[in-house]
């Protein structure tokens, strides 16, 4: 190994999320859960917070949003292929002499929610969000944190549409994956994965999604690869791979064109003619697994969350006990205008607590001795600034919740 690639790895090993995660206490892992992670305080506001963004712009975008329960009768795994294709990670079990099966994927579930009432052309595009907890059965040397693990919440959606909006749907999934990256200093490459092995359908249906998905990426102007043989099953794929800050790539977001799985589920819509049609649909995600993906930010930013997502945004470190009382009146004051804030009651001289929270990455430090307390000021320092903290002086309150505020929306 050159000096070069040590360097590389030393930072890597900085930056390593399972290390992180446990010193910045936002998860845990258990031997009693291998591959199923446990979540702290800190780390769920972070998942809530990667979720509420998520619903945001899916809400903007006309999404709705459906829950479908986690375990489903082997009958249904059967019908959709997942049991002939994919029952080796799958966890199975038996209820009143019938077998089921703990879902590793949403689509099926979607299927029935849309099979459950009639359809008209005059509703499509219908896009259905589903923030799904799935679980797959890895292999236990497989397992990586929140990387690779055998429990995660995937941000799906299935849109349902008729082939005239196939192209422009595409379109619109690939530019809500370009937004949402781009918010978090992504960039990322594309690779287009075609017919495996082991899959299902016609070579007609297989040529006309593969065509349909080279149009659109071609149509919006993005570079793309070929992946020869890497669709699912059921149809080819377009992969998103987002670029981290040490340069590595991560497959996340992906969109995949499905004419199988409407037919298995035998689903139609009446069209402006009166007759029975067939939609066709889109599988997709944006994250992909929402906990790999914040294992993923967690080594990407080092642990250095910006405000919108730090699950604390301020400390507060009183000088000395008499500072408490005061303090506490601060965090009341943040806390009304919905900014995440701790005080640091450690009974330590103020040098280790300014230390403790710069190793938490907190972005706002507040130290409030005597002479704030006596002009009802704070003592403001940025972590951002000159050598992880620059000093930002005394200022009013309100005048740093509206610096804060400024700051968390236009990073959102």
């Known amino acids: 190994m050159n000096e070069m690639q040590m360097e590389n790895q030393v930072l890597v090993n900085d930056r390593d999320h399972r290390e992180l995660g446990k010193e910045l206490e936002l998860f845990l892992l258990m031997d009693e859960g291998q591959g199923f992670p446990f979540y702290l305080p800190k780390g769920l506001i972070l998942k809530n917070l990667l979720i509420d963004y998520w619903r945001r712009v899916h809400q903007r975008e006309d999404y709705v949003e459906i829950s479908t329960p986690i375990m489903l009768s082997r009958s249904l795994w059967e019908k959709s292929g997942h049991w002939d294709h994919y029952k080796d990670n799958m966890y199975t079990t038996s209820v009143d002499d019938r077998d089921y099966a703990i879902k590793p994927m949403n689509c099926p579930g979607g299927m029935l929610v849309y099979k459950s009432k009639p359809h008209s052309y005059k509703e499509f595009p219908i896009r259905m969000g589903e923030l799904g907890i799935v679980h797959r059965a890895e292999l236990s040397g497989t397992l990586h944190g929140l990387m690779r693990a055998r429990c995660f919440t995937q941000d799906d959606a299935h849109i349902f549409m008729r082939e005239d909006q196939v192209l422009s749907e595409i379109q619109g999934v690939m530019k809500l994956i370009d937004e949402v990256y781009s918010v978090f200093g992504f960039s990322y490459e594309i690779e287009l994965s075609t017919r495996p092995e082991n899959s299902i359908g016609s070579d007609e249906d297989w040529e006309l999604a593969i065509n349909s998905l080279k149009a659109a990426v071609e149509g919006i102007g993005k570079p793309y690869a070929i992946n020869e043989g890497d669709g699912a099953f059921y149809g080819p794929k377009l992969d998103f791979h987002v670029k981290d800050s040490l340069g590595r790539t991560w497959q996340c977001g992906t969109i995949q064109l499905d004419f199988q799985l409407p037919m298995r589920f035998d689903l139609d819509y009446i069209g402006e003619d009166g007759q029975k049609h067939r939609p066709i649909m889109l599988h997709r995600v944006v994250f992909g697994s929402i906990d790999r993906f ?91 600034g000159a050598e992880g903290a620059q000093d930002m002086g005394q200022m009013q309150v309100e005048e740093f919740v509206k610096l804060v505020q400024d700051r968390v929306s236009k990073l959102k």
């Open 294 to 384: 914040m294992g993923i930010l967690i080594e990407h930013y080092a642990g250095k969350f910006p405000a919108w997502l730090s699950p604390v945004q301020v400390k507060i470190l009183p000088v000395s006990d008499r500072h408490v009382e005061y303090a506490k009146e601060i965090e009341k004051l943040l806390k009304a205008n919905n900014i995440r804030v701790e005080v640091d009651l450690h009974d330590e001289k103020l040098g280790y607590k300014i230390r403790e929270a710069r190793m938490d990455r907190v972005p706002y430090m507040i130290i409030l001795g005597d002479k704030e307390m006596e002009n009802h000021s704070i003592a403001v320092r940025d972590r951002d």
